[in-house]
């Protein structure tokens, strides 16, 4: 029942053993047969009920009796609550008994069930055997010790692994027992099964708390370095690459290669002209004007850049809102933070206020760090004011000259000869060494735009990378723990199995165990993943870019790692010989 014999048959109710698969025999175990051995293989972690109860988690079926009970008829029903170390030797001796009689077994195998116990309390044991005796299950009980055989019915001698003589002994006739029926396998599928299994699991977690906390700590960790990863990297991602959406890749920018050259209003005229398919030709200035916000007056760059710029190129700090790039926002103006300190006093109360550039009115609707033109002519970029193109007509600026034209292509695909033609235009026919002489340099969006992807493709295989780390460390200590509970737990593996348990039940609760580990710890692990990227996010001023995604994703990468790792300790558990491990081998 619980070993390979070296030679030989045996036959249960006319079946060859052999023959019969793990479930079949586990049947036989949990319901036909109840084990008693020498030292009581009792869980020390468990009460004396809930010990009599482990062979109702594998029998699946309904007929196994109140543990109670079983308790109440070895007279220990008062010691229900206390665990076996609590209990004296014919205490855990009678314990081990009710535990063989809660699926109403029909033979009951003791081996040695007196071995360890003095005179008084070995014939409080034998009394409680000819009791069950007496009720129709059968007996066989081993034992060395002559007196115990002679309270026996039938008496068989073994000599050297061969039947020596086979007997009557002299104890009462017992009651006429009905012929043997093999138990079904129990469905791997039952509902009651689960249940039990489900149950036994969590309190195995309960009475192992620091090996469970580990495990649940393995998968916190890394579901929650993650989605902390995810969640920063992806905030980082949105910041660095955000402004993409706001390029348009039909768009060509123009400025001066050299400080000896500089661009006109007829240069613009010039391009919208000559070069083919071009749909309109924006200009950004730089200039200086007089600014004035109430009494207080400075004197301050002016930069006139499209709003469509200002939020392609801009990724600083905004205190209110870039402006928009309709009609309404044709007197929006932005500050950056030492100019709007100079008219306002703080920067936070300028969104709204109203300045005057040379007499014309503006409202301010944000403020910002600074402006980035690639060009500025030595104007201090920490210092200004930004309006749209146009508007600084009529304010009275000094040295109104632009320093960048985007000039913008009916459709992408004419971008690369346009931008051929305004070389061709401003820099003159190509020849050696034009690279040098070049005066204006010529930049396509769109080139911008493809390297950009590019990095982002890059970033995301990166990124992939890094998760995969935390994801294997906290697989390999959730394997690396596992595995030693199962060597911590092969005496318990050794006792389940003899008391019904199957191979895919011990690996199901192992499997079981790092599934709800998993799930409580990978909850924890991402809640705190989240609040970390709220709060680094916030730290680097950076938005949080956050997704669900990013949660299940380091679920389900943490989810197949940790099970799959957990298989291996699994079908270690299930493979444990129960002869060796309750031998304690």
């Not at 009980?141 to 000599?159: F, G, M, Q, W």
């Not at 008219?343 to 550039?357: D, N, T, V, W, Y």
Request: aromatic share 8%; net charge positive.
């Amino acid at each position: 029942m619980l070993d390979q014999p070296d030679s030989g048959e045996y036959y249960c109710s006319g079946h060859k053993t052999s023959d019969m698969k793990d479930a079949g025999l586990s049947a036989l175990r949990s319901r036909l047969i109840g084990f008693v051995f020498q030292n009581f293989h009792a869980l020390p972690e468990l009460t004396a009920e809930e010990n009599v109860a482990l062979p109702l988690a594998y029998s699946g079926v309904s007929g196994g009796r109140d543990p109670r009970e079983c308790l109440a008829q070895v007279e220990l029903a008062g010691r229900r609550n206390h665990r076996p170390g609590e209990l004296s030797g014919g205490q855990q001796q009678r314990m081990a008994i009710a535990r063989a009689l809660v699926n109403n077994p029909r033979v009951i195998l003791a081996d040695e069930p007196t071995g360890n116990l003095d005179g008084l309390l070995r014939d409080e044991i034998l009394l409680v055997f000819e009791k069950m005796h007496k009720k129709g299950i059968t007996v066989i009980l081993i034992t060395h010790d002559p007196a115990v055989a002679a309270r026996a019915n039938r008496v068989i001698k073994i000599e050297g692994g061969r039947i020596a003589a086979d007997s009557l002994g002299t104890a009462a006739a017992s009651a006429a027992a009905e012929p043997l029926r093999l138990p079904r396998p129990v469905s791997y599928f039952s509902v009651r099964t689960f249940k039990r299994q489900a149950l036994a699991t969590l309190g195995c977690m309960r009475r192992n708390k620091l090996r469970s906390l580990l495990i649940f700590a393995c998968f916190s960790i890394g579901i929650g370095a993650v989605t902390a990863v995810l969640g920063l990297t992806g905030s980082f991602r949105k910041k660095v690459f955000g402004r993409l959406d706001a390029i348009d890749p039909r768009v060509i920018s123009v400025y001066p290669a050299a400080k000896t050259a500089g661009l006109s209003f007829g240069d613009a005229g010039r391009i919208a002209e000559k070069v083919p398919n071009v749909e309109a030709v924006g200009v950004s200035v730089a200039s200086w004007g007089a600014v004035a916000a109430g009494d207080n007056k400075t004197a301050a760059p002016v930069y006139e850049i499209s709003a469509n710029r200002m939020r392609a190129s801009y990724s600083g700090e905004v205190a209110g809102r870039l402006f928009a790039a309709d009609e309404a926002d044709r007197d929006a103006a932005l500050l950056t933070y030492k100019t709007a300190r100079e008219l306002f006093g703080a920067e936070g109360s300028a969104p709204g206020r109203r300045l005057k550039i040379g007499g014309k009115e503006f409202t301010v609707t944000g403020v910002i760090e600074g402006v980035d033109l690639e060009e500025t002519r030595g104007l201090n970029s920490s210092r200004g004011v930004v309006i749209q193109p146009g508007a600084g007509e009529n304010c009275g600026l000094t040295d109104r000259t632009p320093r960048l034209f985007e000039v913008r292509i009916d459709r992408e695909e004419n971008v690369a000869a346009a931008a051929a033609e305004l070389s061709k235009l401003l820099n003159g026919e190509a020849g050696p060494g034009l690279e040098a002489q070049k005066k204006f340099t010529v930049h396509q969006a769109k080139f911008f735009l493809d390297a950009m992807k590019r990095t982002n493709n890059f970033f995301k295989i990166f990124l992939l990378a890094v998760t995969a780390i935390p994801i294997l460390l906290g697989g390999l200590a959730v394997v690396s723990t596992m595995l030693l509970s199962v060597g911590e737990r092969r005496a318990e593996i050794g006792l389940r199995k003899a008391l019904g348990a199957r191979r895919r039940d011990i690996a199901a609760q192992f499997l079981m165990e790092s599934f709800i580990l998993y799930a409580a710890g990978g909850l924890a692990g991402a809640v705190a993943g989240v609040a970390a990227v709220y709060k680094l996010a916030s730290l680097m001023k950076m938005e949080p870019a956050f997704t669900a995604g990013s949660v299940f994703y380091g679920f389900v990468l943490m989810g197949v790692s940790g099970l799959l790792f957990g298989f291996w300790p699994a079908l270690k558990a299930a493979a444990v010989n129960p002869i060796e491990s309750l031998r304690g081998n």
